[in-house]
């Protein structure tokens, strides 16, 4: 059951450029979107979100962009710093109250300097 | 900033025990879920908790788990036979309706 899709499994960027992650989902029902963060033994750590009503929401350096039609997302983030280096994981749920969340597989970013 | 505590951050059992996981959420959210991840898998959803019921569980939610909220703070994952493959990254999350979830660190169980 792949609702959530992360195809890229790594990426790598030069420090100061644009990471961008990607992300596919199949369920049509999903209606908010997050994005989060994780280091190595700790939890998922919430970056950025979206309601399926926007198509852009920016957090500083952080942009999450939604493409309905295509059942699209991706999170923008520049620039991007060595600090930024972890996996990232896409999340989509029904409802914004209270619905579990299905996860993607994740991406792991590496910001070299 | 609050947090989602779990404890303990390490657990390891062997293979028949019962384990107990337990979380304190942050104080004001309504709504308290478990996740888990195994090693180099995706983070998968467990079970939801609101209004001191289960609101939702998945099919990996069998007879073997339960959840409880024994007062007003901890919210604890039970785990009444442990096998070998519920070694896993446990998480506990909160919601506050309307932002994100925020999760705990995960206790890392391993049944030996």
């Known amino acids: 059951d792949q609702q959530v899709k992360q195809n890229s499994p790594s990426l790598s960027v030069q420090e100061g450029r644009i990471s961008i992650l990607n992300c596919d989902y199949t369920?049509?029902?999903?209606?908010?979107f997050l994005w989060y963060k994780k280091y190595p033994a700790e939890g998922p750590t919430f970056l950025i979100s979206?309601?399926?009503?926007?198509d852009k929401n920016e957090d500083g350096r952080f942009t999450v962009f939604l493409n309905k039609s295509a059942k699209h997302l991706s999170l923008h983030i520049v620039p991007s710093q060595p600090g930024d280096s972890a996996v990232y994981f896409c999340?989509?749920?029904?409802?914004?109250?209270?619905?579990?969340?299905?996860f993607g597989q994740g991406t792991e970013l590496s910001v070299k300097p | 900033e609050p947090e989602v505590t779990q404890t303990p951050s390490h657990q390891v059992t062997q293979m028949g025990q019962e384990v107990i996981l337990r979380c304190v959420p942050i104080?004001?959210?309504?709504?308290f879920y478990w996740y888990r991840q195994i090693l180099g898998q995706k983070v998968e959803f467990l079970v939801s908790?609101?209004?001191?019921?289960?609101?939702?569980k998945s099919e990996i939610f069998d007879d073997q788990f339960s959840v409880e909220r024994p007062d007003g703070s901890n919210f604890t994952l039970k785990i009444r036979s442990t096998k070998l493959e519920d070694s896993a990254m446990y998480f506990c999350?909160?919601?506050?309706?309307?932002?994100?979830?925020?999760f705990g660190s995960g206790t890392r169980l391993t049944v030996v």
């Open positions: 999340a989509a749920t029904p409802y914004n109250q209270g619905g579990k969340l299905i």
């Open positions: 369920n049509s029902m999903f209606d908010y």
């Open positions: 104080s004001n959210h309504l709504y």
């Open positions: 908790f609101y209004n001191n019921e289960i609101s939702e």
């Open positions: 979206i309601s399926s009503i926007k």
């Open positions: 999350a909160s919601n506050e309706v309307v932002r994100g979830y925020t």
